[in-house]
Nanobody, 117 residues
Framework: QVQVVESGGGLVQPGGSLRLSCAAS?????????????VGWYRQAPGKQRELVAT???????NYAPFGNGGFTISRDNANDTVYLQMNSLKPEDTAVYYC??????WGQGTQVTVSS
């Protein structure tokens, strides 16, 4: 079993920033899976389908969804087995639950991001 833990969500004003973190915990197996797989950030807004935000491989090589928010940056800290999503210039439409996925099958519980004045 791989445990995926997200953190860093919260309430922020439009134009503000947040940094989300994703890490594997609970076992050596979890860490090995995390280290050897791509990690992706997804988000799901109320009433909408879950959508890809960005992914990063273990090389690392990053890819971003084409929904146009150039203020998002995904990065990987291999020393600490953590993947980050830096979100700048946030807009109300970025409000969603943000999920981390490790490989193809391991999801975290999600972290709420709310952008509102």
């Amino acid at each position: 079993q791989v445990q995926v833990v997200e953190s860093g969500g919260g309430l922020v004003q439009p134009g503000g920033s947040l940094r989300l973190s994703c890490a594997a915990s609970g076992s050596i197996f979890s860490i090995k899976v995390f280290r050897h797989n791509a990690v992706g950030w997804y988000r799901q807004a109320p009433g909408k389908q879950r959508e890809l935000v960005a992914t990063i491989t273990n090389e690392p090589s990053a890819n971003y969804a084409p929904f146009g928010n150039g203020g998002f940056t995904i990065s990987r800290d291999n020393a600490n087995d953590t993947v980050y999503l830096q979100m700048n210039s946030l807009k109300p439409e970025d409000t969603a639950v943000y999920y981390c996925r490790v490989g193809r099958e391991y999801w975290g519980q999600g972290t709420q991001v709310t952008v509102s004045s």
